[in-house]
């Protein structure tokens, strides 16, 4: 069953259950690219943009109070997710995203249109009235990515946070070898390595609240080209303000709307310190499954949660599963970062065309960070078993702690020692004693912890440099 529905360009059969129009048909018959839709959480964000657009007309323009209503009922529909099944398009589309904009005014008017009782509302001259394609969707970008990062993403880091912050207060003060380029390093507490990834979620959530509030500054108003035509005088300010006020969100009208519709670099900022993110959390992961590896054959130095089986023919075998998806998500994002540069770069002239495949990209990478980091802190990181036999024993094995030495015999001594001990499977202390350079009450008075982990040493201890 199909109606028949026009627009500028002529009649077009729609689906007779859809509250779609003509232009939303036109984009599903001509753009049949893919699966990728078009976020939903663009298309709520646009319908608040259309609920305080109207509101705004009615008050600056005159707009009938009872349009103003339905639209802002219709809205409201669209923003709860009610009409969700209605935003068919996909991100495959003109690069302005008109025709998303187009289908939230056809939903919206034919929605208020039922709620009316009466066929009054028109996509174009009422509910998309004051408004461009080329404000509005940049505007419902920045809504988009703010609300999610506010409601998903950072509840979710902090979370993660939260739990590495546990794991080194396990930590206490177990010793353990450190390790640069791979190879054995001077000791460290566990805790210190661990604090570490603590610092670095810290330093990501600052770095994406930061970038998050930039986007807090709204172009609507600036319509086609940036210049406001066809909006009345204080329209952006009105409308964000109801923007604000429905939200909770303290968004603000931008000062330069030429700007916020040809460059979209803030975007691009904010999706940097995603990208960010993901270089940490890759880290994060890897360095956990190294130091999960074996469990008899590799590091052993923590255990992970047995959360499945890890093989269909080893028996028994569990692998760092958690730490296999953060990195892949983390891959996922970097490559998402790469859409979004050259998405950005592409700005001809007054506009952006290229703004649906920029969104699409910084939503899935926004929620994929989010999922990954909450599934890693509850699957993996809470979990973690510090084996402080294994970091005990690898202690004792390391060579590098004869970096304490050098204070007292200095470098090229210490150098002989270590070699010696390696050649020989000695202890550093056999070494030190069969190469006459310290007895062992002085060995064992420059191996304390307090040495080991790069505590000044006084003065009358470095006697090689006097």
């Known amino acids: 069953m199909t109606r028949i529905v026009k627009d500028s360009m002529g009649t077009i059969e729609v689906a007779d259950g859809a509250y779609w129009g003509a232009v939303t048909q036109r984009s599903l018959n001509n753009f049949r690219i893919g699966h990728e839709k078009m976020p939903i959480q663009l298309i709520h964000a ?83 009235l004051s408004q461009s394609s080329n404000d509005t969707i940049p505007s419902a970008m920045h809504m988009a990515v703010v609300q999610r990062t506010r409601d998903k993403l950072m509840p979710a880091l902090q979370h993660l946070r939260n739990s590495l912050e546990a794991l080194q207060e396990r930590a206490g003060k177990q010793m353990k070898v450190g390790r640069t380029h791979l190879q054995d390093a001077t000791p460290i507490y ?7 990834w603590v610092a670095m979620m810290d330093y990501n959530m600052a770095n994406i609240q930061k970038a998050t509030e930039a986007l ?32 909770g969100i303290p968004y603000k009208e931008m000062d330069n709307k030429f700007f916020g519709l040809s460059s979209k670099s803030l975007m691009a900022n904010y ?15 890897n360095d956990i499954r190294w130091l999960a590896s074996g469990p008899r054959c590799g590091f052993g130095e923590i255990s992970l949660p047995a959360n499945e089986p890890g093989s269909s023919i080893m028996p028994g075998k569990v692998n760092p599963t958690q730490c296999e998806a953060m990195t892949m998500v983390a891959a996922q994002v970097m490559g998402n970062h790469t ?19 920029m969104i699409y990209n910084i939503m899935q990478s926004i929620y994929l960070l989010a999922d990954a980091c909450q599934s890693f802190s509850d699957k993996c990181v809470s979990g973690i078993q510090i084996n402080a036999s294994v970091m005990e024993d690898e202690l004792r094995r390391s060579l590098m702690s004869v970096t304490a030495l050098t204070p007292k015999i200095g470098y090229d001594k210490a150098a002989k020692v270590a070699k010696l001990a390696h050649e020989e499977s000695l202890t550093l202390k056999a070494a030190c004693e069969k190469l006459g ?7 064992d008075e420059l191996m304390t912890p307090e040495h080991l982990l790069g505590l000044k040493l006084e003065d009358e201890e470095a006697s090689h440099l006097k």
Not at 190 to 196: K, T
Not at 339 to 357: H, I, K, R
């Open 339 to 357: 859409t979004v540069t050259v998405a950005a770069s592409q700005g001809n002239f007054e506009l952006n065309v290229y703004m649906p495949v």
């Open 271 to 285: 999706h940097g310190a995603l990208n960010a993110l993901a270089t940490d959390t890759m880290k994060m992961a």
């Open 437 to 443: 350079f310290l007895d062992d009450e002085s060995f």
């Open 46 to 128: 646009l319908a608040l943009i259309k609920e305080a657009a109207a509101l705004t007309n009615q008050e600056l323009r005159g707009l009938d109070e009872s349009y103003a209503k339905a639209i802002e009922q219709a809205a409201e529909e669209v923003r709860s997710g009610k009409l969700d099944d209605q935003f068919p398009l996909k991100v495959w589309q003109t690069g302005s995203g008109t025709q998303t904009n187009m289908n939230v005014n056809e939903v919206i008017a034919k929605r208020g249109n039922d709620i009316l009782g009466v066929e009054v509302l028109h996509p174009n001259d009422h509910v998309n």
């Open 190 to 196: 566990f805790a210190q390595e661990v604090s570490a």
């Open 216 to 247: 807090m500054a709204l172009p609507l108003g600036g319509t086609a080209v940036g210049t406001g035509i066809n909006a009345p005088k204080d329209f952006a300010k009105r409308a964000v303000e109801w923007i604000a006020e429905k939200s």
